[in-house]
């Protein structure tokens, strides 16, 4: 099968198992080798026919600067998990490096390699492409033809042109920065969508929840997207599964929370998929930080209005707390 491979990302982290490597960064260096069909994109010349893959280095930097872990193994794991939400990627190679690992007696090297094929134990991201096989995304409406229907590794879209939605994202349990800054990625990464706007970052009190629920990190993101409203839930439920599926969560907190808040100006009251979100008028945890990114932004609907002046309006606005403006960077400065 056709490759693309990747070598030598690098990024420093401290995993180890001993207790100065919890504290101390040191390099890790990966390399990823993906399999995929190239046909389509050797004909199309077309990026939404392959992976993207200054986006896989994001996502495998992304995980490095992640979440601590003991072992190579895991960091192997977990970078193999993320490449895998690229539907498209059937099968990967990832080898993790540890130059500078504690070894006691001279050594160039210690490294591990392992295999993931998505076939061998389902991602909630293949689940989710492989249930959605009726039509694949593309960039236009006019190209219908060039993907083969058949294929597994497709998401449907609607090929009805592009679409503007607004996603609300939020979290309180975990490295909530570091897994909003991965799902950013991971939203940019779904075929159809792109990224056009992310706001600042927000510390807000949990809404409507529990005395005592620790506070949340929120922020908002538009994108562009070729994919129909009820695919793109689909892709961000698939994100969110990512996220939370190996933690134990208690009620109403949670790693990662993806909402559609507007798409196109719709209003619809599907209980599946309710635009624009039934609770956004009067949640500032989403009205703050969607107001810094678009300050003439309007929010449809019987309690819609103008974005700023909802959140002037807001019984919590003094409950939300604009943290950074450059986090998606990194730091929180
Ligand atoms: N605009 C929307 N965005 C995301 N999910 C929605 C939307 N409208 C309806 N839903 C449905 O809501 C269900 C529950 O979503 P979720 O678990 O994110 O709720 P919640 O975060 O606990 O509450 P809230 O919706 O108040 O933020 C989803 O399965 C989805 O089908
Ligand atoms: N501050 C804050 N509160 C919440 C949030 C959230 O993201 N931030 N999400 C909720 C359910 O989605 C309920 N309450």
Redesign the pocket.
């Known amino acids: 099968m056709d490759s693309i491979r990747l070598t030598g990302v690098r990024a420093e982290a401290a995993h180890g198992v001993l207790d100065f490597e919890h504290v101390e960064k040191q390099p890790f260096i990966v390399d990823a080798t993906m399999f995929l069909d190239l046909s389509e994109a050797g004909r199309t010349d077309d990026l939404t026919d392959t992976v993207n893959y200054g986006q896989i280095a994001n996502r495998i930097v992304n995980v490095i600067e992640g979440e601590h872990v003991d072992l190579i193994e895991r960091l192997a794991a977990k970078i193999a998990d993320s490449i895998l939400l690229s539907y498209r990627v059937q099968r990967v190679i990832v080898t993790v490096h540890k130059p500078n690992a504690p070894i006691k007696v001279p050594f160039d090297d210690v490294s591990v390699t392992i295999e993931r094929a998505r076939d061998d134990e389902p991602t909630p991201a293949s689940l989710a492409a492989a249930r959605n096989t009726e039509r694949p995304v593309s960039l236009s409406a006019a190209d219908t033809d060039r993907h083969d229907p058949q294929s597994r590794s497709t998401i449907a879209g609607d090929h009805g042109g592009i679409h503007k939605a607004v996603v609300?994202m939020?979290?309180?349990i975990g490295d909530v920065q570091q897994v909003l800054r991965a799902a950013v990625v991971a939203i940019d990464g779904v075929p159809g969508n792109q990224i056009t706007g992310i706001s600042p970052l927000y510390r807000?009190?949990?809404?409507?929840?529990e005395p005592g629920t620790p506070?949340?990190l929120?922020a908002v993101v538009e994108v562009t997207t070729t994919l129909d409203a009820d695919t793109l839930l689909n892709a961000l439920q698939t994100i969110e599964a990512a996220h939370g599926r190996s933690r134990e969560v208690h009620w109403?907190s949670r790693p990662l929370?993806l909402?559609i808040i507007d798409f196109d100006g719709r209003v619809s009251d599907d209980p599946h998929l309710t635009l624009p979100h039934p609770r956004a008028w009067q949640?500032s945890?989403v009205l703050a930080p969607w107001a810094d990114l678009d300050p003439n932004a309007v929010l449809p609907g019987e309690h819609g209005g103008r974005v700023a002046d909802l959140l002037e309006r807001s019984a919590d606005r003094d409950s939300v707390e604009r943290l950074s403006d450059t986090w998606i960077l990194g730091g929180t400065a």
């Open positions: 609300a939020g979290g309180n807000t009190a949990a809404w409507g929840m506070d949340f929120n109403g929370d909402d949640r945890f």
